[in-house]
């Protein structure tokens, strides 16, 4: 969940919270569980459940986890998990539709655990799907790896989005403008904004200690949405599909370390 408009990396006067050694034990912590309950999540996800039946499992499995729901009353939303299908980008609201064969569907989870929090995202195919949208959901999963190899001590954050957005684009895909990954830790959102567009070598260097919620969202066609009457749900302008996967990170000497796996 991501609630940011258009670029920009850092606001003015805002710093990026370093996480201490033992801030991102606990992380590792939350991570291990979101990644835990997100398994589980995928594997109800199919033909013939309800939105809301996974929104149910979701809470269910997450409160077992002594963690806490981060999205369920964030600035009003109604539910613990976003399920967004097809068409719909991100902040899908769970309800009573039905997954179908040959829908693409989007489970994107937060959780609070033992004070800070974790966010992830993956898209998956219900049954066979459209070759072109296959490709879709497997382009959106690797610019999502592309973006995390430059998670490196001393590389600049807009590398990241350069990553993502030249992969997405060499595939004749587009990537969203309107919404962007995120720092993260002791709050859901923290500084920076992470756009999944823009140039090399721009905005802040990234250090030891940062924790970031690196998501792509991707359009198979033109990277333009609108926000549906319920004032969450972001769809695309032209009504074909969209995919989203993320993962929390954190920026370390060896490298980016992947929580959320």
Request: negative net charge.
């Amino acid at each position: 969940m991501k609630l940011s408009v258009l670029p920009p990396r850092l606001e003015p006067g805002k710093v990026i919270p370093l996480k201490s050694e033992e801030e991102l034990q606990v992380l590792r912590s939350g991570g291990k569980v979101l990644a835990k309950v997100m398994r589980h999540l995928q594997q109800f996800a199919v033909a013939g459940v309800s939105t809301i039946e996974i929104d149910e499992l979701a809470e269910k499995l997450v409160r077992q986890e002594n963690a806490l729901p981060a999205f369920k009353g964030y600035k009003g939303f109604p539910a613990t998990i976003c399920v967004s299908i097809d068409e719909e980008i991100v902040h899908g609201i769970p309800d009573k539709r039905i997954l179908a064969e040959g829908n693409i569907v989007s489970l994107d989870l937060g959780i609070n655990y033992q004070g800070y929090f974790t966010d992830a995202a993956v898209t998956l195919a219900v049954g066979r799907v459209e070759a072109r949208v296959k490709k879709l959901v497997e382009v959106t999963k690797k610019a999502l790896s592309e973006g995390i190899k430059q998670a490196r001590i001393g590389s600049h954050l807009s590398d990241i989005s350069y990553a993502i957005q030249n992969y997405v684009e060499s595939h004749g895909f587009s990537v969203v403008r309107q919404f962007v990954g995120h720092g993260i830790g002791q709050n859901l959102h923290e500084e920076p904004e992470i756009p999944n567009f823009g140039k090399s070598n721009q905005g802040p260097l990234l250090k030891k200690g940062m924790v970031l919620a690196i998501e792509p969202m991707v359009n198979m066609g033109t990277w333009e949405s609108k926000i549906l009457d319920n004032g969450w749900t972001a769809v695309t302008a032209d009504g074909l599909a969209s995919a989203h996967f993320e993962h929390t990170i954190a920026v370390t000497e060896n490298g980016p370390e992947i929580l959320t796996n």
